[in-house]
């Protein structure tokens, strides 16, 4: 029978249409067929009601399943056993399948193996919100972040589960690239801060080798110095914790097509993704540590090669494809750091090469003061005593000869003054401990002594040593109203510890003397620390450390590019 409203071809002898539920047939015989012979007037009420209702539920939920196919958002419902029953437009077009093909296949089969849907149903419960990954038909993961609810039936019983996703995947990548810039630019920092720092290379070497492993998820990460030839190079500097890797002193060969070979030759970044069919006795040594793949970048100082680092690891670890552009960040890094400990090195071994200069100088001015002008002055006071013993003792020439003889004994103290004050003579005659009981005879105020220099040490520092003493005294005497100063000298094996320390009415200021900061400018030269400590009422100490070893071993190697000439 066709129905009126809707034209809905209905089969079997309904007395309302399948479709929309119109009544079908002659209204006469509707409505007593309708009625029965126990139906009454408020049964059809409700059943018109009943109706009525029945078509909204149906009209709502044609509206829900047509807002559910139109949004970019992933919709699926599923029954208790994890089969598909309901999917919309989105999912098949992110997916690769169509709706046939999905509809009645099983969820986690098909998507996501490690889907627990089915699990959570058999416990009557679904999390609300999780993300979890999607494969796509092509293999593609992407990333869903979805919101579940139960389905009940009229009874309450669960039937099955719908969700809505959303696909961030393109979000969390984002997310996780501004994760990586984020540990990138810090690493960098942290290197930046050791290779702008003072501390041993090897140290440097070691800390770069670890930030670069860890920031690209390396196994092991080495830095190597490139020798003069072309084929080989030596371990400097490593990290490997709990991985086999080659110490720090190893020499290698560069026989075949490694990263670090790659980079050798062609003064540019490389990677290698699979050693195995590597040839090569290197690369044999590489396989027999247990890397898989390994990316390395060179470290160019001056625009020439100095060397490369190289981060290794396994396929469990693979490494990302911007690996060498992030490693050669560190490279150029280290690049700076060694082009500036050049620098460093060359700026102390120029100022030391001054100071020794200077103290030459001195030494030559004391010389040519006491073998010269000295002598001649001291040859005039002969001749002087000489004329005046020819003389009448009482006469008015007399008178003059003796004005003569000590006006000239005044110059010639004063000059011996003039020449201990630009070089000590007892300094280059006898050493610091004559040099520094000789400044302890004259100082008017008592001074203890306690000089252990059981070994020799460099003029420079000798030098150096002796004029912090002096200083240090005179501003005692003259501005501290002390009563007693301690004079120290030790050595170790590396250094000269000097210290002078009164108990005077100290609040010394540094910054409003030359001596000192001229002082300062000596013992920096020689790569050496000047400290003055001096609380008000409490004293002052003024304290030098000088390095021996890099004092005598200045003069002998500049280094040029990093290492030693």
């Not at 029965?36 to 049964?43: E, F, H, I, M």
């Not at 190597?224 to 400097?236: D, H, K, L, N, Q």
């Not at 552009?325 to 102390?348: C, M, N």
């Amino acid at each position: 029978m066709i129905c009126a409203t809707c034209g809905h071809e209905n089969l079997e002898p309904n007395r309302f249409c399948g479709e929309c539920g119109t009544p079908l047939g002659d209204p006469a015989q509707r409505a007593a067929a309708e009625r029965g012979p126990n139906r009454t007037a408020g049964d059809e009420r409700l059943e018109v009601e009943l109706r009525a209702l029945t078509q909204e539920a149906n009209a709502s939920e044609r509206r829900l399943l047509d807002v559910l196919e139109g949004v970019q958002l992933v919709a699926v419902s599923t029954a208790l056993d994890g089969r598909i029953r309901f999917c919309n437009r989105y999912l098949c077009e992110l997916s690769g399948w169509s709706r046939e093909e999905l509809l009645g296949r099983v969820w986690a089969e098909t998507f996501n193996d490690r889907s627990t849907i089915v699990e959570q149903l058999a416990t009557g419960s679904v999390a609300d919100h999780e993300e979890a990954p999607l494969r796509t038909r092509s293999g593609e993961i992407r990333e869903i972040s979805w919101s579940t609810t139960l389905d009940r039936d009229a009874d309450g019983t669960i039937t099955g589960a719908t969700g809505i996703g959303q696909d961030v995947t393109e979000r969390n990548r984002a997310a996780a690239d501004l994760r990586r810039l984020a540990q990138q630019q810090a690493a960098l920092r942290r290197v930046a801060t050791c290779v702008a720092s003072e501390i041993d290379s090897s140290s440097v070497f070691d800390i770069v080798a670890e930030e670069v492993a860890r920031l690209l998820a390396g196994r092991s990460a080495n830095v190597i110095r490139f020798e003069p030839e072309a084929s080989t190079g030596t371990m400097v500097g490593g990290w490997s914790p709990g991985f086999r890797s080659l110490p720090a002193g190893s020499r290698v060969t560069f026989d075949g097509p490694t990263a670090v070979g790659q980079v050798r030759r062609h003064n540019r970044a490389a990677r290698v993704d699979d050693y195995s069919n590597v040839a090569g006795e290197f690369a044999a040594v590489i396989r027999n540590l247990g890397i898989e793949a390994s990316v390395a970048a060179p470290i160019r100082v001056g625009g020439e090669p100095w060397g490369a680092i190289v981060v290794s690891t396994t396929r469990d670890a693979p490494l990302t494809s911007d690996s060498e552009a992030r490693i050669e960040e560190f490279a150029e890094l280290v690049a700076l750091g060694l082009a500036s400990a050049a620098v460093r090195a060359e700026l102390a071994a120029s100022r030391a090469r001054i100071v020794a200069a200077g103290d030459a100088e001195r030494r030559r001015l004391e010389r040519n003061l006491h073998d010269g002008a000295q002598q001649q002055l001291v040859s005039l006071s002969l001749a002087l005593r000489m004329a005046r013993s020819t003389v009448e003792p009482t006469s008015e020439t007399a008178a003059m000869l003796d004005a003569a003889s000590d006006q000239l004994m005044q110059a010639l103290a004063e000059l011996r003054e003039l020449a201990r004050g630009i070089h000590p003579a007892i300094l280059t005659d006898q050493g610091l401990r004559a040099a520094v009981e000789a400044l302890a005879r004259r100082c008017p105020v008592p001074v203890e002594l306690s000089i252990d220099q059981p070994q020799e040490i460099p003029s420079q520092v000798e030098a150096a040593s002796y004029y912090v003493i002096s200083e240090a005294l005179t501003n005692a005497a003259k501005y501290a109203n002390a009563e007693t100063v301690r004079v120290s000298v030790r050595r170790n094996d590396d250094h000269v510890h000097v210290e002078v320390a009164d108990d005077g009415r100290g609040g010394a200021d540094r910054t409003l003397g030359s001596g000192l900061n001229g002082l300062a400018d000596r013992v920096s030269a020689l790569g050496g620390h000047l400290r003055v400590v001096s609380p008000a009422g409490r004293g002052t100490t003024v304290s030098a450390e000088l390095p021996i070893a890099e004092t005598l071993n200045r003069d002998a190697s500049t280094p040029v590019d990093g290492r030693p000439g």
